[in-house]
């Protein structure tokens, strides 16, 4: 498969969510083609150089998106909002002229495993944030039993930094997410515990 890339300074899980201003050419011109063909294209996280002028350097794994809304801006600008749907791997890049990358991409399955019991508190965490902060999906119970999609919402949520957001996204298996970001919590939590006293 074969998408036009957007190379970011931010992490978009599967099914989440991502506003976006354009202002260059080669990305408005990208997602024109996007709306007109009903195809999507590719969020990947910039290892290293800036979102706009010459072309990043970026993580080989991203987020495959389609613009589920879009609008022109008071200052003229084109403002989207994209969906994540599927997590790929970068195959093949190459540079058009107008310096947009385009890339062979593999897609990858998302495993659809249901929460086991010791992971619960994953998913009361979750429902916790939800709640408190009036999150749209708090009308989709159901899916607080999905392993996949409660580890993509607390990655998305937490206050992790980019980097460990990049990790969890490589990681395929949600369990072993699930791991990774209690790690990170315990850390977070002991240097919060040591400003204290």
Not at 28 to 40: F, K, N, P, Q, W
Request: with cysteine; aromatic share 10%; glycine share 6%.
């Amino acid at each position: 498969m074969k998408i036009p890339l957007f190379p970011l300074n931010t992490v978009l899980f599967p099914e989440g969510e991502l506003q976006l201003r354009l202002f260059e050419p080669r990305y408005i011109d990208m997602v024109s083609e996007c709306l007109r063909t009903d195809a999507g294209f590719g969020i990947c996280l910039i290892r290293d150089g800036k979102e706009a002028g010459q072309p990043a350097d970026f993580f080989p794994m991203g987020t495959y998106v389609k613009v589920i809304d879009w609008d022109q801006m008071d200052d003229g600008l084109l403002g989207i909002t994209v969906k994540g749907e599927q997590r790929f791997r970068v195959e093949h890049k190459e540079l058009q002229a107008d310096k947009l990358c385009l890339a062979e991409v593999t897609l990858l399955d998302e495993d659809d495993e249901l929460l086991p019991v010791s992971y619960q508190g994953f998913s009361d965490l979750l429902k916790e944030i939800a709640y408190r902060y009036e999150l749209p999906f708090i009308d989709e119970p159901e899916r607080f039993d999905e392993a996949s999609w409660v580890s993509d919402r607390l990655a998305e949520l937490l206050p992790f930094d980019i980097a460990a957001k990049q990790s969890l996204l490589e990681m395929d298996n949600a369990l072993n997410r699930f791991d990774y970001m209690q790690a990170l919590l315990e850390k977070i939590d002991s240097g919060q515990h040591a400003h204290d006293s």
